[in-house]
């Protein structure tokens, strides 16, 4: 300030400041469990209260209280975007000091964007954690993709007397839940009766004279007429869904057509007439058509001549002649017997379980991602067994655990966000050895040297932070074109 009459300017001050505000992101996340715990102790211990009091009669505090002083940071970055935003509305269009405090604009603006998504993404996390305890524990609640739209009570009409039943209904990103209430005042609160997919659903607006305000939702696995409250409520339900078919639609569009012209490709020019790469027995532990678990007994592997794939008797019990084998009879997979024959494989089997988060082959995020590779694993302190891991870049805060590199389900997942993460040596684990966090949640892995080790704990501390962008931006070309069990560089 004391040069400001010669050198009048606030720009290249903030620019030097303004990419120290991102860390201001960490702090934004844990503010309400920080208020909470201070409540909590304050409450609970007397001479803790007393302490605190005595700190805010202090002159220094002003006679604020320390909540106060703890949202100060939370409201400083907002507060220079006005000022910055504000500055820049009074400020000449040929003031020297424009350029640099456009710069710094930017760059607090991106600081005050990463620190919303932040708290968004930790409220959803929290929000997910709570639907999964009023479920009971319902499977692939907990995840960093999912994303709730709306919840819900609303009335189900019965299909054959149009009877009205009392649901909750939750709307995911991906998928709906249609739940019936429990009366119960801690733990279980509802108990899941459908689940549909987004994939495929449509709504409808119904006419009902014995019930108004009805609409349809129609999905592969269910058709439901449902009652809502009101005629806004009815149309807020509508539009949810709307949004949210549309949202999916735009996501899954571009891998879809992408997916399928390379399938076609492939299978109509490459399929029969040359010898597929055999994928090898131990790359996978289950059947790459049918995805069940395949044993030394009722359930062996056998390798489709076609297309290399590994799948179970029941998947391969099909021959065709293969010009690449002299037009000899092979044992060919069902895909590949339609595929070659033009003809549908005679015995179709209808999938029992619904595709989810977990169908996704290994090698499709082996090939993109922050980190892959063997590691050893416990959860909750059972036996230890060697798995295959991986950190996708377009899913970074996700940890998925294979059985081996060529499943094409995972095992299990493992959302990052929130986890704490613990590398001390203990002496019941084997050495190189990292325990993952969270609430009753326990994982365990273990590296084959502390070099690998500290390779995947660069990637994990940064994405139980939520900070994608570091991630993407941390990860170095080579990285993004293969799999490596090296992770990024620096992060």
Known sequence: MSQWERRPGIGDILEQHAPFLRMYAEYVKNFDNAMDLLKQWTERSAQFSAVIQEVQKQDICGSLTLQHHMLEPVQRVPRYELLLKDYLKRLPLDAPDRSQAQKSLQTISMAATHSNTAIRKMENLKKLLEIYEM???EEDIVNASNELIKEGLILKLAARNTSAMERYLYLFNNMLLVCVPKFSLLGQRFTVRTRVGIEGI?????????????????????????????????????????????????????????????????????????APRWIRDNEVTMCMKCKEHFNALTRRRHHCRACGYVVCWRCSDYKVALQYDGNRMNKVCKDCYSI?????????????????????????????????????????????????????????????VYGAPQDVKAQSTIPLLGYSVDDAPRPMDPPSSFRLCQSKSLHSFACESEEQKRRWLEVIRVAVTGNVAQLQMATSDDLANGCHDSGPASI
């Open 135 to 137: 479920l009971g524990g």
């Open 202 to 274: 449509k709504v409808v607006e119904t006419v009902n004279d014995a019930y108004p305000h009805t609409f349809q939702v129609s999905g592969k696995e269910r058709t439901l007429e449902l009652q809502a409250s009101s005629e806004q409520d009815k149309d807020d339900w509508i539009q949810a869904f709307q949004q949210t078919i549309q949202t999916f639609q735009k996501k899954n569009e571009t891998f879809k057509s992408a997916s399928k012209e390379v399938e076609e490709e492939v299978s109509k020019e490459e399929l029969g007439k040359r």
């Open 340 to 400: 070659l024959t033009g003809r549908a494989a005679s015995e179709e089997r209808t999938e029992a379980k619904r595709r989810g988060i977990l169908e996704i082959e290994a090698a499709q995020f082996s090939g993109s991602s922050l980190v892959c590779g063997f590691l050893l694993y416990s959860e909750k302190a059972r036996p230890w067994q060697r798995v295959w891991c991986v950190i996708p870049q377009k899913e970074a805060v996700v940890l998925y």
